[in-house]
């Protein structure tokens, strides 16, 4: 089991840049593979970023590709999401999710989910 629970999120003006931070609890999560996810009103969950259980190997959405930075400090049980350069169709609710089996793009193919925090770019 893993919980997980994201803070950082906020109110900032196009250009500008957040972190948002997921901390975990639970005993596997250094094992875990990690992602960061989005949903935007009226749109479906979509992939933004994940990271392999060591922090060696990261990949993209096209659309935040150069812009966003996923890490991860196990020693802290915590992934990060650096957010720099934002726009506005960046505006989301952030969720970080864990899988003990495979690092992916898909929403269904991560068993923990943290609650989400609200990412507001305003131009």
């Known amino acids: 089991q893993v919980q997980l629970v994201e803070s950082g999120g906020g109110l900032v003006q196009s250009g500008g840049s957040l972190r948002l931070s997921c901390a975990a609890s639970?005993?596997?999560?250094?094992?875990?593979?990690m992602g960061w996810f989005r949903q935007a009103p009226g749109k479906e969950r979509e992939f933004v970023a994940d990271?392999?259980?060591?922090?060696?190997?990261?990949d993209y959405a096209d659309s935040v590709k150069g812009r966003f930075t996923i890490s991860r400090d196990n020693a802290k049980n915590t992934v990060y999401l650096q957010m720099n350069s934002l726009k506005p169709e960046d505006t989301a609710v952030y969720y970080c999710?864990?899988?003990?089996?495979?690092?992916?793009?898909?929403?269904?193919?991560?068993?923990?989910w943290g609650q989400g925090t609200q990412v507001t770019v305003s131009s």
């Open positions: 999710a864990a899988s003990e089996l495979v690092r992916s793009y898909y929403v269904g193919d991560y068993a923990y």
């Open positions: 639970g005993r596997t999560f250094s094992r875990c593979s």
């Open positions: 990271i392999d259980w060591s922090g060696g190997s990261t």
